[in-house]
């Protein structure tokens, strides 16, 4: 059976916001050396702003944010949500698709009156460079029927507490790190702001994976932290996965970890009393 101290710390854990599922993960979480953070809802708030339209030449800015918006209405990424945001606020209506596929790490295509919209990152939309190097916003780019017709820019603010949660995990002397699907002019400043180690940026979901196997087989033992859907995988196969409370259900039943309330702080208290229950029962 699990330890009295195992379940004493995981019950101490539970009071401090975050749910573990098995005493298994808390001696995993004991013996890891890295903390790799996703992007995108984790290390920011989950609720960016629309902070610039740019229509292609000729487009219409109405016209680009309405059918930005149709393409994400069913999505449930933190983007799609600002993007539907930001066409209501200015007394848009936009029309649900008829149709809707989401590629993680990449952005969603729909179907509307026989059209095709596209939404995402230059891989899925190739749009002009100089739309996505504006300032440090993600972009999303959209076509319709495979035609460029602008782009959409999002700022997303750091999470509250952050990096005072960064700082005691390098005080824990943990290295950190940044794995996202976002390009690295929009990664780096947050890394930067945040004190984190090191980032990789435009990863898909199966280049995240590649590289958690790396990181493994050179002997790090890694906790993953993630929120979306494309993130997914990456908790399964990393030492132990930890997910957002406010992030998506796929990555919550992937997670060993759970963050209920989103708070970073709440990591910090978990990977300590990990360390104090591997004490006690070892
Ligand atoms: P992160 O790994 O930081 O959480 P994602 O992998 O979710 O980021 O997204 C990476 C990039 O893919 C985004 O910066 C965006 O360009 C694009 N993208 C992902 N999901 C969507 C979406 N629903 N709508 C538009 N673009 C998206
Ligand atoms: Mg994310």
Redesign the pocket.
């Known amino acids: 059976g699990t330890p009295l101290a195992t379940l004493a710390a995981i019950a101490r854990i539970a009071r401090g916001g975050a749910f573990v599922k098995d005493g298994a993960h808390l001696e995993a979480l004991s013996g890891i050396d890295t903390v790799v953070f ?5 290390l ?1 708030g989950g609720e960016p702003q629309l902070v610039g339209i740019r229509p292609a030449a000729g487009r219409d800015e109405r016209e680009l944010l309405e059918l ?1 918006a149709s ?2 209405a069913y ?6 949500a600002a ?1 539907v945001r930001g066409a209501q606020e200015r007394g848009l209506r936009p029309a649900l698709p008829d149709s809707f596929t ?7 295509t729909a179907e509307l009156g026989g059209r095709t919209i596209t ?6 939309v190739p749009g002009p460079e100089a739309a996505a190097q504006d300032a440090a916003a ?4 959209v076509a319709v029927d495979g035609r460029f017709i602008g782009s959409l820019l999002l700022s997303d603010a750091v999470r509250a507490g952050a990096p005072e949660a960064i700082r005691a995990l390098h005080r824990m002397g943990l290295r950190t790190m ?6 690295a002019g ?2 780096r400043p947050v890394a930067a702001q945040l004190g984190i180690d090191e980032v990789r940026a ?4 199966e280049e ?1 994976l590649a590289w958690i196997d790396a990181e493994r087989a050179a002997g790090h033992r890694l906790a993953m932290v ?6 997914a995988p990456a908790l399964a196969r990393a030492d132990v996965g930890i997910a957002m409370g406010d992030g998506t259900q796929i990555a919550q039943d992937s997670a060993d970890v759970v963050l209920v309330s989103s708070d970073l702080d709440d990591l910090v208290g978990t990977m300590r009393v990990a360390r104090r229950a591997r004490r006690i029962v070892m």
């Open positions: 996703d992007k995108t809802g984790t920011t930005a393409a994400e999505s449930e990424h933190p983007l799609a993007i989401y590629t993680p790490g990449l952005g969603v939404a995402g990152s230059t891989t899925l993600t972009a999303v780019h940044i794995v996202t699907g976002d390009r929009t990664a435009g990863l898909l979901p995240k993630g929120d979306g859907v494309n993130d």
